[in-house]
């Protein structure tokens, strides 16, 4: 019975503990980061930041009129370690993954869909807690080599 009891109490205080346990640091709220992509290949936003941590959703609008077979766009964003000329390169020849190569995948840190005309995508993940600069781009043959980039800088 006091062993139920006790069970009880040390559960409640450990609901209430939880948010303040291993939590020096406040995580900041979500941010929205609003972007759109037209047919000269350039994003509005080429550059925002984020905290460590922070949930971030990017939302991409294609707000050109040419059909998707001649100018689509997505928003990729890559991990620190990925080189973005080699990355677009090897992702040319797979319209089947977004231009995106399969191997190539772990490097993707977060993207939305390939976008005709009009057509929106978001997609919200968490930023990385590791503080610096992250490329982000469109994989659309030819996007990335005609500006169609930016980066994310997370900052503490
Ligand atoms: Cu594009």
């Known amino acids: 019975m ?3 009891r006790m069970k009880v109490a040390s559960l409640a205080l450990l609901l209430f503990a ?3 346990i291993g939590c020096s640091r406040t995580v900041a709220p979500p941010k929205i980061v609003e972007i759109t992509g037209d047919d000269f290949m350039k994003f509005s936003v080429t550059s925002f930041d ?3 941590g922070q949930s971030v959703t990017v939302k991409l609008r294609n707000v050109g009129e040419l059909p998707r077979e ?3 766009h997505n928003w990729v964003l890559l991990a620190k370690e990925a080189f973005a000329p080699k990355f677009v390169e ?12 399969f191997e190539q995948e772990f490097y993707v840190l977060a993207k939305t869909k390939m976008l005709g005309p009009g057509e929106s995508d978001s997609v919200t993940f968490t930023a990385p807690g590791v503080p610096g600069a992250y490329d982000y781009l469109c ?4 996007h990335y ?9 997370v900052r503490p």
């Open 70 to 72: 001649a100018v689509a």
């Open 50 to 52: 984020a905290k460590p």
């Open 18 to 20: 939880a948010p303040f």
């Open 90 to 101: 090897a992702g040319t020849s797979h319209p089947e993954g977004g231009y995106i190569a």
């Open 139 to 142: 994989t659309f043959p030819e």
């Open 2 to 4: 006091i062993g139920e």
């Open 145 to 153: 080599a005609g500006g169609m980039k930016g980066v994310m800088t």
